[in-house]
């Protein structure tokens, strides 16, 4: 496979934002790990929705981090986005859209899958964005019955990104299946790291990648973190 050309829409690398990178030398180590397993792009997605947070605040802490990977010669372009929680619609929704596109990655509560969860994929497309669900294969609710997901994204078009973990793992035997059913039943758009540290869950696609190139072929598993995630950031459409 063909090194540093994948595309990572899904990391928490910016340092002290969240649950993510703690500092800076954190941010840096993640991203040198993201390279050597070859990604080239990393959207740095902060969650959003809980205390309404203006993204442009974010843009020069990207720009230093992009300088800071520049000087330690490590080869990643860090781009702007956030992962939205459902039901987040502020007036400057663009600001939180993947590298100033029309995609918004959306997250479903931890707990369960809300019952207006269609209602509100539409309420995105309303305002003209599309929506990627993220990781649905660590719902609950989706765990239990697939279905609904399925009937979700038929009924809006929503694209569906599970997270490298998932697959390789990580999270456990019921989400690794759950991923893999997923996939088998051809739902799956886009995989990416979700990445939030350094030592646990690292942004190397590696063994999430050669899990998928296992059940889809390795044409179809390369689309999931080359193709298609790199088709969003450029904001250009993406055929399922």
């Not at 397993?37 to 981090?65: E, M, N």
């Not at 050669?210 to 298609?228: D, F, H, M, P, R």
Request: hydrophobic content about 40%.
């Amino acid at each position: 496979m063909l090194q540093t050309r994948w595309t990572d829409i899904h990391c928490h690398i910016l340092p002290g934002v969240d649950d993510g990178s703690q500092d800076m030398e954190e941010s840096i180590t993640m991203a040198a790990l993201a390279e050597k397993g070859g990604t080239a792009r990393i959207v740095a997605t902060f969650h959003a929705g809980v205390d309404l947070l203006d993204a442009q605040l974010y843009l020069p802490l990207i720009q230093r981090l992009n300088e800071r990977l520049q000087e330690k010669g490590i080869d990643i372009m860090v781009l702007p986005g956030a992962e939205i929680l459902a039901g987040f619609y502020p007036e400057n929704l663009a600001d939180f859209a993947l590298n100033g596109s029309r995609y918004v990655l959306v997250e479903f509560p931890g707990s369960h899958l809300p019952k207006a969860a269609t209602r509100m994929l539409r309420a995105y497309q309303d305002r003209g964005f599309h929506p990627i669900i993220a990781h649905p294969e660590r719902n609950p609710t989706i765990l239990r019955d697939p279905r609904l997901l399925f009937q979700m994204v038929e009924e809006t078009g929503a694209l569906v990104q599970i997270t490298a973990d998932s697959i390789a793992g990580t999270f456990g035997r019921d989400i690794a299946s759950c991923a893999r059913y997923l996939l088998k039943k051809g739902a799956v758009d886009i995989m990416a790291s979700d990445a939030h540290d350094r030592d646990y869950r690292t942004p190397h696609l590696g063994a999430g990648l050669k899990a998928v190139t296992k059940i889809v072929g390795e044409k179809e598993a390369l689309k999931l973190v080359s193709e298609n995630p790199l088709a969003v950031i450029n904001d250009k459409e993406l055929e399922r």
